[in-house]
């Protein structure tokens, strides 16, 4: 069988299941300021940085997407992947 | 199945927050033997209600697919906060080792919270209106 585990767009499938886990430990935390919410919260803000930096903004196809409106995008997605998942 | 509208535990909930101003006014002087007992209790009670109604979001807006409706889920838990902080506010100041700077705290950190969701989720309403290149993101379908 194919592995298409990593099928997807420049962002892969693969980024955005760890981008869910990490948006699901923030953003679902059951105390909103506990410290491993905030941990969660950091390391997905700078993982979709980093994914912004090296693929979206590196990429002339896809460098006029705004950075904020990616954010939110991928906010979107993380929400219907954990719903699925 | 019993189901009941986020609105309706809102509602239900905002009656202890109402309960806070009411010991208050039965307890006007904090020295008096029990006033501060009585308020410390309520205030743990407003605490452990704003608390639960917290997790009750949060599982609420996990499994809704709608993000309008997600959004007036976090509007109303942060209408929540801030009644609760306007009670406690007016209280801090008389019964300062009652436990309501404490609280008064740790609703500030609640309506950030649900501040913060809600405008997360315009953000990703107002997202859904903008056209997104193909072959930017994995397809969930």
Known sequence: MPDNSDAGGLVSLTDLKQLAELFDAAENALVPDSPEAKAAQIAFDRAVQQIYDCKVAMNTQFASVAQPIFKAKLRSLCRQFLRKN | ?141
């Open chain 2, 1 to 141: 199945m019993l189901c009941i509208e986020f609105g309706d535990i809102i509602e239900s909930n905002e009656q202890q927050v109402d309960a806070l101003t009411d010991v208050a006014a039965k307890n006007p002087d904090p020295d008096v033997p029990g006033a501060c007992e009585a308020l410390s209790r309520q205030v743990r009670l407003v605490e452990s209600v704003v608390a639960g109604t917290y997790v009750i979001a949060v599982q609420a807006t996990r499994k809704t697919e709608a993000l309008e409706e997600i959004a007036q889920v976090w509007q109303a838990m942060a209408k929540l906060c801030d009644k609760a902080l306007g009670a406690v506010s007016s209280l801090k100041g008389r019964y300062p080792y009652c436990g309501t700077p404490e609280l008064h705290d740790r609703l500030l950190d609640y309506k950030l919270a649900c501040t913060r969701r809600y405008e997360q989720i315009q953000e990703e309403i107002l997202c859904q209106t903008i056209p997104m290149p193909e072959g930017l993101f994995p397809s969930l379908t």
